[in-house]
T-cell receptor, first 109, second 116 residues
Framework: GQNIDQPTEMTATEGAIVQINCTYQ??????LFWYQQHAGEAPTFLSY??LDGLEEKGRFSSFLSRSKGYSYLLLKELQMKDSASYLC??????????WGAGTKLIIKP | GAVVSQHPSWVICKSGTSVKIECRSL??????MFWYRQFPKQSLMLMAT?????????EQGVEKDKFLINHASLTLSTLTVTSAHPEDSSFYIC????????????FGPGTRLTVT
């Protein structure tokens, strides 16, 4: 079967670093996506990993380990505007996205 | 990057009426479009997948006669909520992909539907 799991909610302090984990199980895999979604808005693309390792994009980095079925999104130098839900999703063998429930990130001053 | 638009952004309708939501890919040809529904504080739920020129594939539990999807061209897909009820009130989001094997999926801004 397929499943994907991420924490429901996390809290962090402005200026700090936070890591949001995502674990998944699937027989067919075509990559792992991270999206950011602010309340009342559609998701926006953050990152895509299909090979093992760390991809860095400015303050955001994403890591993938295919053998462990594990990914994380790392956010550095947190800003208040980073308060949002972060969705991880893997693409299965049919190129369909299978979504996690999202992690609500709360940033405190 | 590729742009996907949705129209309308929000709509209020009376119970029993039908509402049509349009999803357009503005600068690329979308061979596949996806329709999602999202209730407050919940994750995206895929409703259906549509390929240009063919019938949509609906997810389990989604009534195809209630949620009519038409993907008539490579840049336009429509979702019609027929005989809307208050429980259909939700955030409807479309996304589009350029072709099989292409992984990038671009989201529209969403349509907030309120049925009174």
């Amino acid at each position: 079967g397929q499943n994907i799991d991420q924490p429901t909610e996390m809290t962090a302090t402005e200026g700090a670093i936070v890591q949001i984990n995502c674990t998944y199980q699937t027989s067919g895999f075509n990559g792992l996506f991270w999206y950011q979604q602010h309340a009342g808005e559609a998701p926006t693309f953050l990152s895509y990993n299909v090979l093992d390792g760390l991809e860095e994009k400015g303050r955001f980095s994403s890591f993938l380990s295919r053998s462990k079925g594990y990914s994380y999104l790392l956010l550095k130098e947190l800003q208040m505007k980073d308060s949002a839900s972060y969705l991880c999703a893997f693409m299965d063998s049919n190129y369909q996205l299978i979504w996690g429930a999202g992690t609500k990130l709360i940033i405190k001053p | 990057g590729a742009v996907v638009s949705q129209h309308p952004s929000w709509v209020i309708c009376k119970s029993g009426t039908s509402v049509k939501i349009e999803c357009r890919s503005l600068d690329f040809q979308a061979t596949t479009m996806f329709w999602y529904r999202q209730f407050p504080k919940q994750s995206l739920m895929l409703m259906a997948t549509s390929n240009e020129g063919s019938k949509a594939t609906y997810e389990q539990g989604v009534e195809k006669d209630k949620f009519l999807i038409n993907h008539a061209s490579l840049t336009l897909s429509t979702l019609t909520v027929t005989s809307a009820h208050p429980e259909d009130s939700s955030f409807y989001i479309c996304s589009a992909r350029g072709g099989q094997g292409i992984t990038e999926q671009y989201f529209g801004p969403g349509t907030r539907l309120t049925v009174t």
